[in-house]
């Protein structure tokens, strides 16, 4: 099952089968983390129903990841990287805080982090995401370890990417690297293993696409 149009792919399957034959400018995604995260968020709530309990856990989050497949690209980001560094060359390092300053050390994760290729700096961006506080895309979550587009784009930028450049985003989720990348004027192909977050991002980029038209 694929969906394509303007310069965009979208594509339901594993990506290990796409891998070797994928040409791309840059790879930017938000790949699992061999953690086996637990999806249901209702074990923070009591057991009430909340709309961020998602029953399907993240597709191959129960083993480890191997981001050597993805070294060969020129330009690279990984988000999760602090749980696969030790397979990592050196590189630049991205920080995401994504609390205010009072919610610092309150409940989980402050900051999320990700791995680009090439460098040695520590890079600092802060976009509000806390739960029902958030900068942007208020509302209900659509994946359980969704990112926000504004973060994306922040990616997107730090690459400095031609106009028009092929962006790769191989655990595509709910495609918030797609909208960035759209928004940003550049082509995108984007690989789904889970088929509702596969229709998830369908539905978002043919809403952009309807928003263009």
Request: net charge neutral; proline share 6%; hydrophobic share 35%.
């Amino acid at each position: 099952m694929d969906w394509k149009s303007r310069g965009i792919e979208l594509h339901h399957g594993d990506c290990r089968d796409w891998l070797d034959s994928v040409t791309a400018d840059a790879v930017i995604t938000d790949p699992p983390y061999g953690i086996a995260h637990n999806t249901n968020y209702t074990r923070f709530t009591g057991g009430l129903s909340d709309h961020r309990n998602f029953e399907t856990p993240i597709a191959g989050d129960d083993e480890p990841f191997d981001p050597s497949p993805f070294m060969r690209f020129k330009k690279v980001i990984l988000w999760g990287a602090n749980c696969f560094s030790d397979r990592l060359p050196m590189g630049t390092w991205l920080v995401w805080c994504k609390r205010r300053d009072n919610q610092i050390g309150t409940f989980m994760s402050d900051c999320e982090v990700a791995w680009q290729k090439g460098g040695h700096g520590v890079y600092l961006h802060r976009h509000i995401w806390n739960g029902f506080d958030r900068e942007s895309e208020r509302g209900k979550t659509i994946h359980p370890t969704q990112k926000p587009v504004a973060l994306m784009r922040w990616c997107i930028e730090r690459l400095k990417l031609k106009p028009g450049s092929t962006i790769f985003d191989p655990y595509m989720g709910s495609a918030p690297v797609a909208q960035a990348a759209i928004e940003l004027g550049h082509r995108y192909i984007g690989i789904e293993k889970d088929a509702k977050h596969f229709a998830t991002a369908v539905k978002r980029i043919e809403s952009l696409n309807m928003l263009a038209a």
